[in-house]
C-alpha cells in the first residue's frame, strides 16, 4: 500500500484524551545500525526510515532486522511552531520495541522499557529556539530475552512471525500546561445510570468541570488527594442513555476543563457479565444473554508488519463484522489506540490478550500433550514456572506490572469485555494470583485466565482450544469458551507470503471443500455445543500471516476464502439457537 511519506500515519492517536495540541513527528527520519557494544552515535548516518514502520517492515523502507547486539539510532530535527508551548512540552511515542533512550540536543532526557504500550517523555526543559534535535536509540533482544514479544521471532515460521524493533507507533509532539491532566479513567455503570469518572491530575488543579454535550449535563467534579496523588472524581446521573452493543455502538462526547487544560474524550454505556441460566454460565452483554462470536485476530499486515493502517483496521473490522462476527480477540498483542476507538464505534467486542513473553523453551509441545491428556500442572510451582519460561524473578515482576499497565491503559474502552492472561501455556506463572490482581483493578470485565491450556480453575471461563480433535462442551460452573478453533489452510497462489513451509492444521486443496469442511465443522459440532453451554467461540483466523495460511482473507487481504453469505448463515444460525437457548431471559 503507498502511503505518504512526509506524513504516513496524520491521524490523532489518543481518542480518549483528546487536546488541540498536536505536533506529528512521523515521517522520514535518518537512521544507523551500530554494535551496541561501545557504541556512540555516527557521525554519518546510513539513510532514512519512514517512522512509525519498524525498520524490518516494507513500508519502513529499510528492510532490516535489528539483531540483539545491535543499537538502532534514530535522528529527527524539528523547529517548534511559534506559541506552541503554553507551559510544558511533551513528547509521545505509541510504542517503542524495546528498550529505548530519548536524547534531545545532546541531552539523555528519559527513556522506556517495554515494546507494546506508549510513553511519555517531558522535554520542556531540553527545547531550545529554531532547530532541535532528537534522538532514540533502540534495542530489542526478541527471544534471546526474557520480555514480552508475542509472536516476535527470530527463527521466524510457522505461528511465529518476522520481528519488529524500534519505533512502530505514532511519535507526537503535544504542549499542556504546566498543571495538567495525565490520565483518566471512565466506569459506566448501566444498573445505576451512571458514570464515574476518576482524572489524575500532574501537579494542581482548582477545578474540573466535565460538559456532555449531546446529553446536555454539566458537571463540577470533587478533588480527592490519595497516596500523594491528585485526582478529580465524581458519578454522574447519565438518564435515558443508549446502551452501547455492536448492534447499536453508541459513544457519548465530554468536553473537559482541568483550569487551563482542555480536553475531549468519549464513552459507552455497557456491562459485560456472566448469568446462570438452565444449569449453565453464559456470558451477558447489558443483562442480556450474549453470545459470542469472535475471531482470532493476530494484527499483522504483509507491508507494515505490526503497525496498521488506518484504512487497514477500519478494513478489517468492518470487514468481520459484515461476515457476522461480533468479537475480535487480540492476540498477545496490544495495538494502537486508534485500532480500540475504531472498535468501538464501529461497533466491535474486544477480547484483549496480554503479550506473552518468558525464556524460549522447547518443551512447549510437551506442554501441548500434557493438556490434551488432562494432566495437571500447579503453574505456581518453581520448577513448574521455570519449564514454561517463567524462572526469572525479575521477568516475573516485569509481566505482573505489564498486566496492569495494560489494564490501565485500556480501561476505558467500551469494546473490551475480558482480559486474556495467558495463551497455551506460553510463560504461563501464578496465574491464580494474577487473576485476583486484576479483578481487584477491574472488577468490570471478565477473566480468561488460561487460554487453552492448564486451566487453574478460576477466572470466568473454561477455556479450551481444538483443532484437531471433535469438539464437545466441558462440563464446567464457569462460563464455557471455546477460544480457539478451526484454523482450516488454504493456500491462494499469488497471495501467500510463505518463507519456509506453509502452516496450518487441516489442509484443503480448493475453497468448495474448505467452505464445506467450514459448515461441517459449525452443524455437526460447533452449534449443537451451544445446547450444551457454549457461550463464546474464537474462530482461527483473520487472516493468513506469513507462513500461516489459515485465514478467513489472504495475508494480503485481497481474497475471501469463503463463501461470504454462508459465513453469515452459519453465523446467523449460532446466534439464532444460542437465543433459542436463553429466550426466557431475553427482554
Known amino acids: 500500500e503507498k502511503v505518504d511519506k512526509q506524513k504516513p500515519i496524520a491521524e490523532y492517536p489518543r481518542p480518549q484524551l483528546q487536546r488541540d495540541s ?77 528498550l529505548c533512550d530519548v536524547t534531545l540536543n545532546n541531552v539523555s532526557c528519559g527513556g522506556h522499557a517495554g515494546g507494546y504500550l506508549p510513553f511519555s517523555v517531558d522535554i520542556t526543559n531540553f527545547i531550545k529556539e529554531g532547530e532541535n534535535t532528537l534522538l532514540v536509540s533502540v534495542t530489542d533482544p526478541t527471544e534471546t530475552g526474557i520480555q514480552s514479544r508475542g509472536k516476535q521471532s527470530l527463527n521466524r515460521g510457522g505461528m511465529f512471525y518476522t520481528p519488529m524493533s524500534g519505533i512502530w507507533q505514532t511519535v507526537w509532539l503535544e504542549s499542556v500546561p504546566n498543571n495538567y491532566v495525565q490520565q483518566l479513567w471512565l466506569t459506566p455503570n448501566i444498573d445505576k445510570m451512571t458514570l464515574n469518572v476518576k482524572i489524575l491530575i500532574n501537579g494542581k488543579i482548582k477545578k474540573c468541570y466535565l460538559e456532555f454535550l449531546e446529553l446536555n449535563i454539566a458537571y463540577l467534579c470533587e478533588p480527592q488527594e490519595r497516596d500523594g496523588y491528585l485526582y478529580f472524581v465524581g458519578e454522574i446521573q447519565i438518564l435515558n442513555a443508549q446502551l452501547w452493543s ?6 457519548y462526547q465530554i468536553n473537559i476543563q482541568a483550569d487551563d487544560d482542555y480536553f475531549n474524550t468519549y464513552f459507552g454505556m455497557r456491562k459485560i457479565s456472566t448469568m ?41 473490522i468492518t470487514k468481520m463484522k ?20 475504531l472498535c468501538d464505534s464501529i461497533g466491535m467486542i474486544v477480547q484483549q490478550d496480554m503479550v506473552s513473553g518468558g525464556d524460549v523453551k522447547e518443551s512447549i509441545l510437551l506442554e501441548g500433550i500434557k493438556n490434551i491428556v488432562g494432566m495437571k500442572i500447579d503453574d505456581s510451582d518453581q520448577k513448574v514456572m521455570a519449564k514454561l519460561g517463567r524462572g526469572n524473578i525479575a521477568g516475573r ?40 490482581i486484576c479483578k481487584l483493578q477491574d472488577p468490570t470485565r471478565l477473566i480468561d485466565h488460561a487460554s487453552g491450556w492448564h486451566d487453574q480453575g478460576v477466572g470466568d471461563f473454561k477455556s479450551t482450544h481444538r483443532y484437531i480433535f471433535p469438539y464437545t462442551a466441558p462440563n464446567d460452573s464457569r462460563a464455557i469458551a471455546l477460544s480457539e478453533f478451526g484454523g482450516y489452510s488454504l493456500k491462494v497462489p499469488g497471495h501467500t507470503m510463505i518463507v519456509k513451509k506453509a502452516f496450518g492444521y487441516i489442509p484443503f486443496s480448493n475453497q468448495e471443500k474448505l467452505n464445506k469442511a467450514f459448515e461441517n465443522l459449525h452443524l455437526k459440532q460447533i452449534i449443537p455445543a451451544i445446547k450444551s453451554g457454549l457461550t463464546t467461540t474464537v474462530y482461527t483466523q483473520l487472516s493468513d500471516v506469513e507462513d500461516e495460511i489459515n485465514g478467513i482473507y489472504t495475508f494480503d487481504r485481497k481474497v475471501l476464502k469463503f463463501n461470504a453469505a454462508k459465513l453469515q448463515e452459519i453465523n446467523f444460525k449460532m446466534r439464532q439457537e444460542f437465543n433459542k437457548q436463553y429466550a426466557d431471559r431475553m427482554k
Open 397 to 436: 515482576r516485569h509481566h505482573k506490572q505489564e498486566v496492569r499497565d495494560t489494564i490501565d491503559l485500556l480501561y476505558s474502552q467500551p469494546c473490551i469485555v475480558s482480559w486474556v492472561l495467558f495463551n497455551e501455556a506460553w510463560g504461563q506463572f501464578e496465574s491464580v494470583q494474577l487473576e485476583q
Open 246 to 251: 455492536p448492534e447499536n455502538p453508541k459513544l
Open 22 to 98: 498536536y505536533y506529528n513527528l512521523n515521517g522520514q527520519w535518518q537512521y544507523a545500525f551500530v554494535k551496541t557494544k561501545n557504541f556512540s552515535v555516527p557521525n554519518e548516518f546510513q539513510g532514512e526510515i519512514i517512522v512509525p514502520f519498524s525498520p524490518e517492515s516494507q513500508l519502513s523502507d529499510v528492510n532490516r532486522w535489528l539483531m540483539p547486539d545491535e543499537t538502532l539510532i534514530y535522528k529527527k530535527s524539528f523547529i517548534l511552531p511559534n506559541s506552541f508551548n503554553q507551559g510544558k512540552v511533551l513528547i509521545n511515542f505509541g510504542a517503542v520495541d524495546y
Open 276 to 316: 446462570h441460566i438452565n444449569g449453565y454460565q453464559v456470558t451477558a452483554l447489558n443483562n442480556q444473554p450474549y453470545m459470542l462470536i469472535g475471531v482470532l485476530d493476530q494484527g499483522y499486515w504483509p507491508d507494515s508488519l505490526c503497525t496498521p493502517l488506518e484504512d487497514a483496521m477500519i478494513f478489517d
Open 322 to 341: 459484515e461476515l457476522g462476527y461480533n468479537m475480535l480477540r487480540k492476540h498477545i498483542k496490544v495495538e494502537p489506540l486508534r485500532w480500540y476507538y
